[in-house]
């Protein structure tokens, strides 16, 4: 069973393979062959020319599919899927079977009954499961975790230009997916209604989404997701009763502005306003009136942080910063936000 404490670790290096030699598979090979208590043994892809192509740049061995690298007996200890998200379940039990601690890409499964039963089996044969929800180590959310939120709203917008990667998914499981996991993880509480909409434009599900979710401690949350914007854009606004965060993923930078601080500024303008100084208020600049508090951020790969925690987890047998239970929380609110949008699906009219 997985020990809830740490222990020394093992002196040998992890052995691993990667499942899909795609854009996200070869980050994973280029970051466990970078570490030093890692061994990249193998990498899997349906596709010859990609998986060889992967092989010869890290010098590792090359398989047609899981099953063949398993025959190979050369008994990997861990694992990263970065196959189609269709294929995580099947792909995930041969590993689970042979023994082998798995990480997998977000989202965990396209269902919210695929994600119980990788869980399960994940549990029947005693293997760690990570989910790769790799926002969660984005410099800006560790940051984040430096202070204690008690969110109250939370604003995100996450819009980019068609990359033309994930259209077998919607834009909900493609991107919405890391906001879920961060909002609903920041909250810690269950979500009580979801309200949703969403456009189809150049794939066969939704290309644009917004969803408003309320959680059961009243916590409201207001997602924005698009893969059609011209420009990306990652933001999150978060208030709270004594604070007001402001966060940009892509820049990787934000601020803090907290009522406590600022409370002696805010007093005097609340007096001058009550006694109706109209004019002299009018020639305040409210936004030097308050101290803001730049996030210390510490720059990071987001992917490289998520795996050396994967690894860590392996070696000494305890429970991954992620869980599988995360990764079904976040496909289960996806899942529901995805229900509300055919739900409120737009008719035009005559």
């Known amino acids: ?23 996200m598979g070869r980050h994973h090979a280029r970051i466990y062959s970078s570490l030093a208590d890692c061994d990249l043994i193998a990498i899997v892809d349906s596709d010859e020319s990609r998986r060889a192509d992967v092989a010869a740049e890290y010098q590792c061995r090359a398989f047609a599919s899981v099953r063949e690298m398993l025959e ?3 008994h990997p200890k861990a694992a990263s899927i970065a196959a189609p998200t269709v294929h995580h379940r099947a792909i995930a039990a041969e ?16 269902t919210v009954a695929d994600c119980h039963a990788i869980i399960q089996h994940a549990q029947r044969c005693d293997r760690i499961l990570q989910v790769g929800h790799s926002e969660r180590f984005n410099p800006v959310v560790r940051a984040l975790a430096q202070h204690c939120l008690e ?35 920041l909250v810690g509480s269950p979500i009580k209604s979801v309200a949703a909409v969403g456009v189809s ?28 914007a011209t420009k990306t854009e990652r933001k999150m606004r978060l208030f709270s009763t004594d604070m007001y965060v402001s966060a940009d993923y892509h820049k990787k930078a934000g601020v803090v502005i907290r009522r406590t601080a600022n409370q002696e500024q805010l007093d005097r303008l609340k007096t ?20 803001y508090e730049p996030l210390t951020i ?40 995805t229900e509300s949008i055919a739900e409120h699906a737009w008719q035009s009219v005559p």
């Open 1 to 23: 069973m997985l020990k809830t404490s740490n222990t020394q670790p093992p002196t040998d290096t992890v052995r691993v393979s990667v499942i899909g030699a795609g854009r």
């Open 72 to 74: 190979a007996d050369i």
């Open 95 to 110: 590993l689970f079977d042979a023994g082998v601690d798995t990480l997998i890409e977000k989202p965990l499964a396209p």
């Open 151 to 185: 969110p109250h709203f939370i604003e995100v917008q996450r819009v980019s230009p068609m990359t033309f990667r994930s259209i077998d998914i919607g834009v909900v499981l493609d991107m919405m997916i890391h906001d879920i996991d961060i909002v609903s993880h």
């Open 201 to 228: 434009v150049l794939s066969s599900f939704e290309d644009i989404a917004n969803a408003r979710l309320v959680f059961t401690n009243g916590c409201v949350a207001n997602l924005t997701a698009s893969r059609l």
């Open 272 to 291: 001058k306003i009550h006694m109706g100084e109209v004019a002299e208020l009018a020639d305040l600049d409210y936004t030097e009136l308050v101290n």
């Open 298 to 337: 510490e720059d990071r790969e987001p992917l490289q942080v998520e795996i050396e925690a994967f690894i860590s987890a392996v070696r000494h047998r305890t429970a991954p910063p992620v869980t599988g239970t995360d990764g079904l929380r976040a496909v289960d609110i996806a899942e529901k936000i």
